[in-house]
């Protein structure tokens, strides 16, 4: 599975962006799949997961309220709805997925990335 991420930009506080992961190779739809960012000098860090038939999600406090992930297994894609955005929110953002049926906010548990798109927010 490859995974290509878009979306990402630069938005002013308070603003609001999608992101969107398209999967090719192979459907993705029995995978669970997330979304993780990383800023500068920090590590890369869990942002949202969601179950590979949509039912089960779980969010990072950092972004409950604020962002929504989603997916359309029927067009191998997968979203990350951002808003009410931040200045700390300011990271590249990757998606990933894995076969298994757990959603881990661990990066060690997803097989396959993206290549990450950057999102920058302004204060």
């Known amino acids: 599975v490859q995974l290509q991420a878009s979306g990402g930009g630069l938005v002013q506080s308070g603003g609001s962006l999608r992101l969107s992961c398209t999967a090719s190779?192979?459907?993705?739809?029995?995978?669970?799949t997330g979304w993780f960012r990383q800023a500068p000098g920090k590590e890369r860090e869990f942002v949202a997961g969601?179950?590979?038939?949509?039912?089960?999600?779980y969010d990072a406090n950092s972004v409950k309220g604020r962002f929504t992930i989603s997916r359309d297994n029927a067009r191998d894609t997968f979203f990350l709805q951002m808003s009410s955005l931040k200045p700390e929110d300011t990271a590249v953002y990757y998606c990933?997925?894995?076969?298994?049926?757990?959603?881990?906010?661990?990066?060690?548990?997803?097989?396959?990335w993206g290549q990450g798109t950057l999102v920058t927010v302004s204060s």
């Open positions: 190779g192979r459907s993705f739809r029995s995978y669970t």
């Open positions: 969601i179950s590979w038939s949509g039912a089960v999600k």
């Open positions: 990933a997925a894995d076969r298994s049926r757990d959603i881990s906010t661990s990066t060690a548990h997803y097989s396959y």
